[in-house]
């Protein structure tokens, strides 16, 4: 079992669950004006850490109003300039991710570190294999990530500093799997997975699904993040999706919907699209199916808590198995999220 890291009011490693992440996907000094709803938004589809890249103290307000605003954990991105992530712990963050190598000479590292140690503020270690020191290259790139950070926590350790998570990532799916079962073996620190620019959402749900899901069925892995070139939205679906499959999670919205195919007369796949993230935003324990044809929809409409099966302009709602309102297609989504609100087991 690994140590156990405090972040915030969340624990990484030890017994504590697996916890979901993602990072923000616009700079800090242009947040939309419903940022606080999206935040809500995501902690509701299972979005347990929040990471934001932190590039300029100018942007120190906006930072203290995003810690303020989050109701998960915010962790301050840091590169280049270890003063930014000085003045990121004044803001309030509950860590701190930096990559040692590209913060210049040790002395900056450890004035993190001791700032990080008085404040209670935990520190990622984050390593990608593109950007490892050029000596040791010769041991071959898992051996370097491993010992690398390996070196990394013993600059903490000397400090007394202990709460540190780890990460090492590639963009290529094996030398994800291989560097982070390596450095299980040996260390007990806790680590945040994620095979990092892993592409769209099919490349990098393969690739994560792949990488993570073995790693985690072996008990390795505190945190996990999907790297998608797409919706913050969809890696937070994605990861609390694959901590569901492998018995990881329970609860949260459950989605059950037909691939299509020449017997549908109903718009399932169009239809799924338009109100996926409002139903995982619900946060409700129920399994919902969006079903297109009469074949296989009144099947798996009776084994869902709520269930819409169209059949050409008409769509069916279920409830507990049972047609409960036949509606127009038009009110359709209307329909069911009224119905998923007011649903109760």
Same mark, same amino acid.
């Given at each position: 079992?690994?140590?156990?890291?405090?972040?915030?009011?969340?624990?990484?490693?030890?017994?504590?669950?697996?916890?979901?992440?993602?990072?923000?996907?616009?700079?800090?000094?242009?947040?939309?004006?419903?940022?606080?709803?999206?935040?809500?938004?995501?902690? /509701?589809?299972?979005?347990?850490?929040? !990471?934001?890249? =932190? +590039?300029?103290?100018?942007?120190?307000?906006?930072?203290?109003? $995003? *810690?303020?605003?989050?109701?998960?954990?915010?962790?301050?991105?840091?590169?280049?300039?270890?003063?930014?992530?000085?003045?990121?712990?004044?803001?309030?963050?509950?860590?701190?991710?930096?990559?040692?190598?590209?913060?210049?000479?040790?002395?900056?590292?450890?004035?993190?570190?001791?700032?990080?140690?008085?404040?209670?503020?935990?520190?990622?270690?984050?390593?990608?294999?593109?950007?490892?020191?050029?000596?040791?290259?010769?041991?071959?790139?898992?051996?370097?990530?491993?010992?690398?950070?390996?070196?990394?926590?013993?600059?903490?350790?000397?400090?007394?500093?202990?709460?540190?998570?780890?990460?090492?990532?590639?963009?290529?799916?094996?030398?994800?799997?291989? /560097?982070?079962?390596?450095?299980?073996? !040996?260390?007990? =620190? +806790?680590?945040?997975?994620?095979?990092?620019?892993?592409?769209? $959402? *099919?490349?990098?749900?393969?690739?994560?699904?792949?990488?993570?899901?073995?790693?985690?069925?072996?008990?390795?892995?505190?945190?996990?993040?999907?790297?998608?070139?797409?919706?913050?939205?969809?890696?937070?679906?994605?990861?609390?999706?694959?901590?569901?499959?492998?018995?990881?999670?329970?609860?949260?919205?459950?989605?059950?919907?037909?691939?299509?195919?020449?017997?549908?007369?109903?718009?399932?796949?169009?239809?799924?699209?338009?109100?996926?993230?409002?139903?995982?935003?619900?946060?409700?324990?129920?399994?919902?199916?969006?079903?297109?044809?009469?074949?296989?929809?009144?099947?798996?409409?009776?084994?869902?808590?709520?269930?819409?099966?169209?059949?050409?302009?008409?769509?069916?709602?279920?409830?507990?198995?049972?047609? =409960?309102?036949?509606?127009?297609?038009?009110?359709?989504?209307?329909?069911?999220?009224?119905?998923?609100?007011?649903?109760?087991?």
């Amino acid at each position: 079992m690994t140590r156990q890291v405090k972040v915030g009011p969340l624990l990484i490693g030890g017994n504590a669950p697996v916890s979901v992440q993602t990072m923000y996907d616009i700079p800090l000094s242009r947040l939309e004006e419903k940022f606080e709803s999206r935040m809500g938004v995501l902690k /509701a589809m299972g979005c347990d850490i929040i !990471r934001f890249s =932190y +590039p300029d103290i100018k942007e120190h307000d906006a930072l203290c109003d $995003v *810690v303020r605003m989050c109701p998960m954990p915010v962790v301050a991105d840091i590169h280049f300039d270890y003063r930014n992530a000085l003045d990121a712990m004044d803001c309030g963050v509950a860590k701190i991710r930096i990559n040692p190598g590209n913060i210049g000479e040790r002395w900056k590292t450890e004035e993190v570190v001791r700032k990080a140690l008085d404040k209670g503020v935990a520190i990622r270690i984050g390593l990608n294999s593109g950007s490892l020191p050029h000596q040791g290259r010769e041991k071959g790139t898992v051996s370097l990530m491993v010992d690398t950070a390996l070196e990394y926590i013993s600059w903490f350790e000397n400090l007394g500093f202990y709460d540190t998570v780890v990460s090492l990532k590639a963009s290529d799916s094996t030398l994800s799997y291989e /560097a982070a079962r390596e450095f299980s073996m !040996r260390s007990n =620190y +806790p680590m945040h997975l994620g095979v990092t620019e892993a592409g769209g $959402v *099919v490349s990098s749900c393969v690739k994560s699904t792949w990488t993570l899901g073995r790693l985690l069925e072996q008990g390795i892995g505190g945190t996990i993040r999907y790297s998608i070139t797409g919706s913050i939205e969809d890696e937070v679906q994605a990861g609390a999706e694959l901590l569901r499959t492998l018995g990881l999670r329970k609860g949260g919205m459950r989605i059950v919907s037909c691939p299509m195919c020449g017997r549908c007369s109903f718009n399932s796949q169009g239809f799924l699209r338009e109100v996926e993230h409002e139903l995982l935003a619900t946060g409700k324990d129920i399994c919902v199916a969006i079903m297109g044809c009469q074949v296989n929809g009144p099947g798996e409409a009776k084994g869902a808590d709520i269930a819409v099966t169209g059949i050409g302009n008409k769509v069916y709602l279920y409830m507990n198995g049972e047609i =409960y309102k036949e509606i127009d297609a038009v009110n359709a989504r209307e329909e069911l999220l009224k119905a998923v609100a007011g649903y109760s087991k």
